[in-house]
Antibody
Framework: EVHLVESGGGLVQPGGSLRLSCTASGFSFSSYSMNWVRQAPGKGLEWISYIRSGSTAMFYADSVQGRFTISRDDAKNSLYLQMNSLRDEDTALYYC????????????WGQGTLVTVSS | DIVMTQSPDSLAVSLGERATINCKSSQSVLYSSNNKNYLAWYQQKPGQPPKLLFYWASTRESGVPDRFSGSGSGTDFTLTISSLQAEDVAVYYC?????????FGQGTKLEIK
């Protein structure tokens, strides 16, 4: 069974940094593209970043471009999101998602990790 | 970026009645080389992560009840629940995965009338 477990969330001051992790199990992690999607409290879903299998391509939403970096360690079955220069509006529940295939839909979601940016 | 617009923002339907949610994309998400619409539907219940309902616009994910159906092509898509059940109360999102930057609709909150 596929499992995605996010961690690393917490309270951080504006301008600070945080690194999120997503540990995957139950599938061949290295073969799949992965994404980060966030959801601000009481709001809708916002896709923020994508990484292709083999780390051959990464894409970002405009809202995080230049501040966030997605990466993966296939040996550890782990996905990461390095978040720098955090802003109040980055406060959200951050989900990692597994794609069903190259350039396709997310067929599995983690439970999310909460990031709160506040002074 | 492709903008996804759902309508309505909220919907109240009686148990056993039909519920219809629309999703419109700012440009076509139909890929001509494989004739597939790069459009998915998700259901999110309170306190839970989203759950995949449909992909390629109309392919039902395993385990999704057949009262749910997805349709449409190009820029206009519809999620239909033929006979609303209490457990269908949720927020529903469409998402395009056509471009290199995926985008979601704003969500439609479905409630019981």
């Amino acid at each position: 069974e596929v499992h995605l477990v996010e961690s690393g969330g917490g309270l951080v001051q504006p301008g600070g940094s945080l690194r999120l992790s997503c540990t995957a199990s139950g599938f061949s992690f290295s073969s799949y593209s992965m994404n980060w999607v966030r959801q601000a409290p009481g709001k809708g879903l916002e896709w923020i970043s994508y990484i292709r299998s083999g780390s051959t391509a990464m894409f970002y939403a405009d809202s995080v471009q230049g501040r966030f970096t997605i990466s993966r360690d296939d040996a550890k079955n782990s996905l990461y999101l390095q978040m720098n220069s955090l802003r109040d509006e980055d406060t959200a529940l951050y989900y990692c998602t597994k794609e069903a295939g190259p350039g396709s839909y997310a067929d599995r979601w983690g439970q999310g990790t909460l990031v709160t940016v506040s002074s | 970026d492709i903008v996804m617009t759902q309508s309505p923002d909220s919907l109240a339907v009686s148990l056993g009645e039909r519920a219809t949610i629309n999703c419109k994309s700012s440009q076509s998400v139909l890929y001509s080389s494989n004739n597939k619409n790069y459009l998915a539907w998700y259901q999110q219940k309170p306190g839970q992560p989203p759950k995949l309902l449909f992909y390629w616009a109309s392919t039902r994910e395993s385990g999704v009840p057949d009262r749910f159906s997805g349709s449409g092509s190009g820029t206009d898509f519809t999620l239909t629940i033929s006979s609303l059940q209490a457990e269908d109360v949720a927020v529903y999102y469409c998402q395009q995965y056509y471009g290199t930057r995926y985008t979601f609709g704003q969500g439609t909150k479905l409630e019981i009338k």
